[in-house]
Antibody
Framework: EVQLVESGGGLVQPGGSLRLSCAAS????????MSWVRQAPGKGLEWVAN????????YYVDSVKGRFTISRDNAKNSLYLQMNSLRAEDTAVYYC????????????WGQGTLVTVSS | SYELTQPLSVSVALGQTARITCGGN??????VHWYQQKPGQAPVLVIY???NRPSGIPERFSGSNSGNTATLTISRAQAGDEADYYC?????????FGTGTKVTVL
């Protein structure tokens, strides 16, 4: 059974940093692109970033470029999102999801972790 | 940037058919995926590449895509189908989600 379990969310002040983790199991993690998708309270879904199987390619939505860094450790079956210079508008539930670039869907999602940016 | 427009809400009587639209410029030339999200839960893929159902998704869920509109159809709607539904495409090396539709089963 495919499982994705996020952790690391919490309350952080504007300008602060946070690192999210996603532990994967039930599939060959190193064979898949992975993504982070977020959802602000009461709002829709927004793709944040994705990373290639070997970590050699990474892509970001414009609003987080230069502030967020996606990474992975295939030996630990883990995905990460380092979030710096956080803003109030980054407040959201962050989901990790399995996919591939192109016309592939997000076929598995974690349960999400809440990040709240507030003073 | 590419935009996907969905109705804010759709209501359907129990046992009847609900149709949720997803509008986008020439969306018929793209592959559309649909997700169901119940309150407090993660999204679940219900249709991929316009009209394909993942394993475990009831046949009551179907999809179509042509011209400027993709459609998710829920036949014989059940109370458990109440949820938010999002369409999604790949465009210009980015994933784009629709605005979301809340489905209410009366």
């Amino acid at each position: 059974e495919v499982q994705l379990v996020e952790s690391g969310g919490g309350l952080v002040q504007p300008g602060g940093s946070l690192r999210l983790s996603c532990a994967a199991s039930g599939f060959t993690f190193s064979s898949y692109w992975m993504s982070w998708v977020r959802q602000a309270p009461g709002k829709g879904l927004e793709w944040v970033a994705n990373i290639k199987q070997d970590g050699s390619e990474k892509y970001y939505v414009d609003s987080v470029k230069g502030r967020f860094t996606i990474s992975r450790d295939n030996a630990k079956n883990s995905l990460y999102l380092q979030m710096n210079s956080l803003r109030a508008e980054d407040t959201a539930v962050y989901y990790c999801a399995r996919t591939s670039p192109g016309d592939y869907p997000f076929d598995y999602w974690g349960q999400g972790t809440l990040v709240t940016v507030s003073s | 940037s590419y935009e996907l427009t969905q109705p804010l809400s759709v209501s359907v009587a129990l046992g009847q058919t609900a149709r949720i639209t997803c509008g986008g410029n020439n969306i018929g030339s793209k592959n559309v995926h649909w997700y169901q999200q119940k309150p407090g839960q993660a999204p679940v893929l219900v249709i991929y590449r316009d009209s394909n159902r993942p394993s475990g998704i009831p046949e009551r869920f179907s999809g179509s895509n042509s011209g400027n509109t993709a459609t998710l159809t829920i036949s014989r709607a059940q109370a458990g189908d109440e949820a938010d539904y999002y369409c999604q495409v790949w465009d210009s090396s980015a994933y784009v989600f629709g605005t979301g539709t809340k489905v209410t089963v009366l």
